[in-house]
């Protein structure tokens, strides 16, 4: 039973174009959350999504982030014109119907905004 | 907004030691308490904790959960140099599994 897989594992960028990032959840589970870590700081909560629905967004930049969940394939984060601020590694997290909170994390995605 | 506060932010001990890590929150219609180890990947999974009082136990790791103080520690028992991680810490808010995390403890065991 694979786990959260996320690719690409990492991800360089020119300050303007877009990444992409992916994540297939693990088998089963219909709950995708993504977070964002900076050097040396903890995980911050960008979006939680189930299949075809955004759940909470909150924590999603207002513009040149979005989020999708499709019914069928990864999900996938996208981020528009990147800046070098936007260099981090992003995680992604899936969990069951049933899950009481724990969160099965993929090894990320690192993102290099030159 | 959510909060959860860690502490030491890091921490070096001899293999041997015991630790005892910290976690203060304060978190909205809370419902439990999760702690988890990262290394240089995906953090995974240790505890969650939703009673105060009853303390888990993993081999020789063991948590325990303070309810009315809004706290819980992470001990770690004779630790060896496969503990050195980040640990974090995160509260859930109830009706979804959105969570919040602490910036972490940087553990690091000297042989």
């Known amino acids: 039973n694979a786990g959260v897989m996320q690719n690409p594992r990492h991800l360089v960028r020119r300050r303007g174009q877009e990444a992409r990032l992916r994540c297939s959840p693990m088998?089963?589970?219909?709950?995708v959350y993504w977070y964002r870590q900076l050097p040396e700081e903890g995980l911050k909560f960008m979006v939680y999504?189930?299949?075809?629905?955004?759940?909470?967004e909150s924590g999603m930049p207002k513009e040149r982030f979005s989020a999708e969940f499709p019914k069928e394939g990864p999900s996938i984060l996208r981020i528009q014109q990147v800046v070098r601020g936007d260099s981090a590694a992003y995680f992604c997290?899936?969990?069951?119907?049933?899950?009481?909170?724990?969160?099965?994390f993929g090894e990320g995605s690192r993102l290099t905004v030159l | 907004e959510d909060k959860v506060v860690q502490s030491p932010l890091s921490l070096v001990v001899h293999e041997g030691d015991t630790v005892t890590l910290n976690c203060s929150y304060e978190?909205?219609?809370?419902?439990?308490l999760l702690w988890y180890k990262q290394e240089k990947k995906a953090p995974t999974f240790l505890f969650m904790l939703?009673?105060?009082?009853i303390e888990k136990k993993s081999g020789r790791l063991s948590s325990i959960l303070d309810k009315k103080e809004l706290f819980s520690i992470l001990n770690i028992t004779a630790t060896q140099t496969g503990d050195s991680a980040v640990y974090l810490c995160?509260?859930?808010?109830?009706?979804?599994?959105?969570?919040?995390f602490g910036t972490g403890t940087r553990l690091t065991i000297i042989p």
């Open positions: 997290a899936s969990s069951s119907d049933r899950a009481g909170g724990e969160l099965f």
């Open positions: 088998k089963g589970h219909s709950h």
């Open positions: 999504l189930q299949k075809e629905n955004i759940i909470d």
């Open positions: 978190v909205t219609n809370f419902r439990s």
């Open positions: 939703t009673s105060s009082g």
């Open positions: 995160a509260g859930p808010n109830f009706g979804n599994e959105k969570l919040t």
